[in-house]
């Protein structure tokens, strides 16, 4: 198959899967609506409008920044893990449409093999 797809994750994959799997959840957005309602009321603590802006920009930054790296992480690994369920399944289709033409000794449905295998990247296999 073109696409190699392993089924070992890593650390790091488990831990962006878990995070992924965090994020998504009501109770994730629920959390950082908290956190900015605990933020607007601290201005009478801090004082300064500098600082109280600061903080609320450093830590949804910070935040911001993490999330990004694990949710791409665990996008990619997704990504992958479709294109090779679409190569296997072309590559299952193509090997019907070939016993197929074989069969029946059709010319046309050669063709519609090659052009399948051409448009999905698919090599041709070496009978053995």
Do not use: Y
């Amino acid at each position: 198959m073109p696409s190699d797809v392993s089924r070992h994750l890593s650390a790091f994959d488990r831990f962006a899967s878990a995070a992924s799997k965090c994020a998504s959840r009501g109770s994730f957005f629920a959390m950082c609506v908290l956190l900015v309602l605990v933020w607007a009321p601290s201005f009478f603590i801090v004082g300064s409008i500098d600082t109280w802006q600061l903080i609320i920009n450093t830590a949804t930054t910070i935040v911001t920044f993490l999330l990004v790296a694990l949710l791409q992480n665990t996008q990619s690994r997704a990504d992958a893990a479709i294109q090779h369920k679409l190569n296997a399944i072309a590559d299952g289709l193509a090997d019907l449409m070939k016993q197929v033409s074989e069969d029946h000794d059709e010319k046309p449905l050669h063709t519609d093999v090659q052009e399948l295998r051409d448009a999905v990247g698919l090599e041709n296999k070496e009978s053995a």
